[in-house]
């Protein structure tokens, strides 16, 4: 079955990079996505990479996908206090062409500790 | 344009009364899902719809729990009776398959606390 693994805390000073690291197990995963839930709220995604894709940047964020150890990590440059979130790693569960539109597998979330 | 929509927002209830959980999902998608969320076991799928109809129910904990999606713009999530573990937040999410990168659209959960 599909598992995904992070760690649950995460601890960087304010303007610092933060790497936040998943595993992953299943190989079939069309896309690979990074969600951002705040206190209070719901899941928002923040960026996802295709499978046949080793990097994505988008301004501050960066995604690597390393698919022989199954693993995504997510860089998040010059960190804030605003990026002080939980960021949930998730695979795709369907075996659909185009994406998995069956529901996503998640990890149990990186709480991001922004120190001052 | 609106998200999700999920109702109600906080539900305090005492063990073995029945809960009714929302959703109105985004207009055109064409998934739901229905996910929930611990401390312990993170977020859980416990069961989707494709165009009304449910998919795959093996989320779902036991019995007790029932979902229901009558029309394209409502779905609900019914535990009875409920009991004091059934205490979560409860999300839903809508996809849009045409899309093509099968990301979900979550509402701001349901905290369901029973006493």
């Known amino acids: 079955g599909e598992d995904v693994e992070q760690s649950l805390f995460l601890s960087v000073r304010e303007g610092d990079s933060s790497v936040i690291n998943c595993t992953y197990t299943d190989s079939s995963s069309t896309y690979l996505y990074w969600y951002k839930q705040e206190p209070g709220a719901g899941l928002q995604l923040l960026t996802y990479?295709?499978?046949?894709?080793d990097m994505k940047q988008d301004q501050r964020l960066t995604v690597l996908l390393n698919k022989k150890d199954k693993h995504l990590s997510l860089r998040i440059a010059d960190t804030q206090t605003g990026d002080s979130a939980i960021y949930f790693c998730?695979?795709?569960?369907?075996?659909?062409?185009?994406?998995?539109?069956?529901?996503?597998?998640f990890g149990k979330g990186t709480h991001l500790i922004i120190q001052p | 344009d609106a998200g999700v929509i999920q109702s109600p927002r906080h539900e305090v209830t005492e063990m073995g009364q029945e809960v009714t959980l929302r959703c109105k999902p985004i207009s055109g998608h064409d998934y739901l899902f229905w996910y929930r969320q611990t401390m312990m076991r993170g977020l859980e799928l416990l069961i989707y719809f494709n165009n009304n109809v449910p998919i795959d129910d093996s989320g779902m904990p036991e019995d007790r729990f029932s979902a229901k999606m009558p029309n394209a713009s409502f779905s609900t999530l019914k535990i009875q009776p409920s009991e004091p573990r059934d205490s979560a937040v409860y999300f839903c999410?809508?996809?849009?398959?045409?899309?093509?990168?099968?990301?979900?659209?979550f509402g701001e959960g349901s905290r369901l606390t029973v006493l």
């Open positions: 999410a809508s996809s849009f398959r045409g899309r093509g990168t099968g990301e979900l659209f």
């Open positions: 990479i295709f499978s046949n894709m």
């Open positions: 998730a695979e795709s569960m369907g075996v659909m062409s185009g994406g998995g539109a069956d529901g996503l597998t």
